[in-house]
């Protein structure tokens, strides 16, 4: 009789199929759940956190999980989202809110805006090297003060559900990583599950088993379907690439990321007749590259006594803040009128709340702290002044 050859790795490398991934969800859900009357959900708007909202929110109308005492989902709205994105969301908060869910729009304030800050404040787009400040400020704080907010009226700790997905792999290594979402992930929702302060919640990630297809048949075939919730989930494919979506699995985040080498998901969405006519926005990702730029930006001469980072680059100078707001009108402008003639979904880069501010920033000439604006340009040679306060005068080759 011929011996059956056993796979070593078997046990570990079988796929989970989708009903088995539901199935560890919930009863992630029936063993954590019960120790919180209040649950709360961290909504992107993104693949991973919008499967999450619809698959808690059908476990609980279907009968499969007891409802908790409150249910709140939180959307971050950081005004950048990618429209088919935002579209899909706005149709899933009303289907949400006709069930009796609660839905919070969590936005940061409006000076801390992502392009208030820059073009209003004057500072300088964000990169990952040494100056990384626009996730924490438009999508974290924004999450976490909603949070404390829920805390302080409730009286006691919430459960915070997220999206975070690390895939099989997880299960196999008994580790997550948090860091930025790769493979695929959304944009600092590891971070988010990190920096959630423990008082006043615990967090759980109930599809951090999910693999990408699964996700993906979830969001296309199941959610759409009325016995499994009935939700506009369909149209968030378009935002990863349409029918080739799980193919291309696409990072998505905010529209032109200045953090992103590429804008895959832009890319590939304005290849797609529906959403042609959005092709300006790829002019956005030059604009925050060359707001970098040194003539672009103001520097310390190094001679001031209490600067510490000698001769650093520092915010815009106004008259590149002022011209990057035309752009970005413009570009608004262009979209529109199309949108418009077309009947398709509009964009707004910057609402006539935001354009306010923006120019009474300028208007006051607000500047940064420790700036005035009376520094010379980044690109203007100077004397080199060393971390000790010794100076190297500026060699003049004309005399």
Known sequence: MKAIQTNLFEGISKRLQMNESIELTTQSLLAYGPKYKHWCMAWSGGKDSTTLVTLIVWLITSGRLKAPETLTVMYADTRLELTPLYFAAQQIMEELEELGITVKIVTAPLDKRFMTYILGRGVPPPNNNTFRWCTRQIKIDPMK???????????????????VRQGESAIRDQRIIMSCGK???????????????????????????????????????????????????????????????EEINARTGCIACPLASKDTALDNLVKRLTWGY??????????????????????????????????????????????????????????????????????????KQERNLIRSLWKVNRWPNRWDGTEPTGDVLMDTVYPDGSIQPLINFGK
């Open 278 to 351: 959005l092709f300006p926005l790829k002019r956005l990702k030059p604009i925050w590259r060359d707001l970098r730029l040194p003539q672009n930006r103001l520097r310390k001469t190094g001679k001031e006594s209490k600067e510490k980072n000698k001769q650093r680059l520092g915010p815009l100078t106004m008259e590149s803040r002022k011209r990057a707001y035309k752009e970005i009108i413009r570009i608004q402008n262009e979209i529109n009128k199309v949108a418009v003639k077309e009947g398709k979904p509009t964009v707004t880069l910057l609402n």
């Open 145 to 163: 003060a909603e949070l404390e907010k829920i805390f302080k009226e409730k009286g006691e700790k919430v459960l915070m559900l997220t999206g």
């Open 183 to 245: 493979d695929g992930a959304e944009c600092g929702q590891g971070w988010y599950q990190e920096t959630m302060p423990e008082s006043i919640c615990d967090t759980l990630a109930p599809i951090l088993h999910w693999r990408v297809c699964h996700v993906w048949e979830w969001l296309k075939h199941w959610a759409p379907l009325p016995e499994y919730g009935d939700f506009s989930t369909a149209l968030i494919a378009d935002a990863y690439g349409g029918d080739e979506a």
